[in-house]
């Protein structure tokens, strides 16, 4: 398959990550189909879309004719039957193995035989999502980084029956896209997710250990070492059930290694529904307010 313009996108789950995608693609010149299990999410999803291209527009980054255009090539398919003209497919469900193979296995029924299937997974196995559907060599996991319109790092993973053609188109979709894919194979938490485990999960016990207050590890990690980012706030930025279950996922799929450990405190939050930025509350209030540090 050859990529261009024409190259019809669906993309399945409109939550933080399908919308920031389907925003991705549709600025990048495709016709995009936005489905999820819920209608209201999908309403949610486009408009939080619309919402951040007007942001793009009032910056100046973007034209009115632009900002209109994008929204013009996305619309909400309200079936999953829909999707059926689609020539690749980016699933962003839940993340959970059972929803996911259902999804590919209806999938694989409905869309064409060399429509490319894709998950946005983080953590789950790719070649798990493929078994069971009639040709697995079209499966492939095509994983974005939170915000996906500005992350540039794009994992194309390959599951043990991705064919080496699958990769290679998911690669010229991402470079297209202006992202940077790396090739990997999947494994628990594939590269970033895996190594960047120990990141969340020492903050966590930090925190716990009352070594220092949330707001001070953060500016710790973010002025003295650099990352953009404190490891706490970025859990209330990826959403605190997403960033839990992907360490749940890894510390179960690594045969429970203690050095993946979930955090029990990262575990309140979540049954508490604090998840984040998108809750409105995490291990922060957000919109966060600006506060000086204890010293
Ligand atoms: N959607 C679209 N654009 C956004 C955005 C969003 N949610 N958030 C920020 N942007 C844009 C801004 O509009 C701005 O654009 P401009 O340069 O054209 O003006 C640009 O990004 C920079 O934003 P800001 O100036 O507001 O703020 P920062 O410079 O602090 O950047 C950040 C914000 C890009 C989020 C930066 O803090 C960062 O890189 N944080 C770390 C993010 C990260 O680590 N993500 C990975 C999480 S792990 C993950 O996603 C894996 C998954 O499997 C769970």
């Keep these: 398959m050859q990529i261009s313009e024409q190259t ?18 549709a600025s990048a010149g495709h016709q995009v189909q936005l489905y999820d299990i819920s209608p209201q999410a999908i309403t949610r999803g486009l408009e939080g879309i619309a919402r951040s291209l007007q942001g793009r527009v009032d910056k100046g980054r973007l034209t009115t004719e632009q900002y209109q255009a994008i929204l013009g090539r996305l619309s909400a398919a309200e079936q999953l039957s829909e ?3 689609a020539d690749i497919v980016i699933e962003a469900a839940a993340e959970k193995l059972e929803i996911k193979q259902q999804l590919f296995r209806a999938l694989a029924e409905i869309c ?3 429509t490319l299937l894709t998950t946005n997974t983080s953590s789950i ?4 999502i493929a078994s069971g559907i009639p040709n697995p060599g079209r499966v492939a996991g095509l994983h974005f980084f939170n915000p996906a319109p500005v992350m540039k790092l794009v994992e194309v993973v390959r599951g043990l029956d991705s064919s080496p053609q699958t990769i290679d188109t998911l690669c010229q979709l991402a470079q297209r896209w202006g992202k940077t894919p790396v090739r990997c194979q999947s494994t628990p938490g594939f590269i970033v997710n895996r190594v960047a485990r120990p990141y969340y999960a020492e903050a966590w016990r930090a925190l ?6 949330a707001a001070v590890i953060d500016a710790a990690l973010r002025d003295g070492a650099r990352f953009p980012m404190g490891p706490l706030e970025l859990t209330d930025m990826i959403g605190q059930d997403v960033n839990f279950a992907v360490t749940c996922s890894v510390f ?4 429970q290694e203690r050095r993946f450990l979930p955090s029990l405190v990262q575990q309140e939050l979540v049954l508490a529904g ?22």
Excluded: C, D, H
Excluded at 125 to 128: F, G, I, L
Excluded at 208 to 213: D, N, T
């Design 274 to 295: 604090k998840w984040g930025r998108k809750t409105g509350q995490g291990v922060y209030g957000w919109p966060r307010e600006a506060q000086a540090l204890p010293v």
């Design 208 to 213: 716990e250990e009352q070594v220092a207050p």
């Design 83 to 85: 999707l059926a003209g």
């Design 112 to 114: 064409a035989p060399q």
């Design 125 to 128: 196995s790719v070649t798990a």
């Design 8 to 25: 019809r996108i669906a993309v399945i789950g409109s939550g933080t990550m399908g919308a920031g995608i389907a925003q991705l693609a």
């Design 252 to 255: 179960n799929a690594f045969w």
